[in-house]
């Protein structure tokens, strides 16, 4: 099983999603972050043990040594395995009030299709980054 490192979950309908984890790509220079979508098998095997039910997720997931962090604890945990300006910037964030962070998170997660738009399918990964997918 794929755990030796951290994964992001995504919503892989998501445009929004979608971006997020080519942002991420690009920023994790050293390639310690996986990726699998929220409706892959390895989401539905993984995310129950740590007590989250994917189906009912509007939220990037991270799992990291068998804990699932959601919403902007997700996010921000994510960010500072990033490299460069991302990872100060993440511990900044990090200092404000939950649920400020996570009220500004479920704003944009609740409309994010709305406003961003959404796919048919799951994207696929581009060639060089598919060694970068679990699940």
Same mark, same amino acid.
């Given at each position: 099983m794929p755990t030796d490192h951290p994964i992001l979950f995504f919503d892989g309908v998501c445009n929004l999603c979608n971006g997020a984890v080519q942002w991420f790509i690009t920023h994790d220079e050293e390639g310690v972050l996986?990726?699998?979508s929220l409706q892959s098998d390895l989401a539905q095997e993984l995310l129950p043990r740590a007590g989250i039910d994917p189906s009912?997720?509007?939220?990037?997931?991270?799992?990291?040594?068998?804990?699932?962090?959601?919403?902007s604890a997700g996010a921000l945990r994510a960010a $500072?395995?990033?490299?460069? !300006?991302? $990872?100060?910037?993440? *511990?900044?964030?990090? !200092?404000?009030?939950?649920?400020?962070?996570?009220?500004?998170?479920?704003?944009?997660? *609740?409309?994010?299709?709305?406003w961003f738009g959404k796919q048919e399918a799951c994207l696929?990964?581009?060639?060089? !980054? $598919?060694?970068?997918?679990?699940g």
């Open positions: 996986r990726f699998a009912a997720l509007s939220s990037l997931v991270l799992y990291e040594a068998g804990a699932a962090y959601t919403q $500072k395995h990033l490299n460069g !300006w991302p $990872k100060p910037l993440a *511990t900044v964030l990090s !200092w404000f009030p939950r649920f400020l962070s996570d009220g500004v998170y479920d704003l944009i997660a *609740t409309n994010r299709y709305r696929l990964p581009r060639p060089e !980054w $598919k060694a970068r997918f679990v």
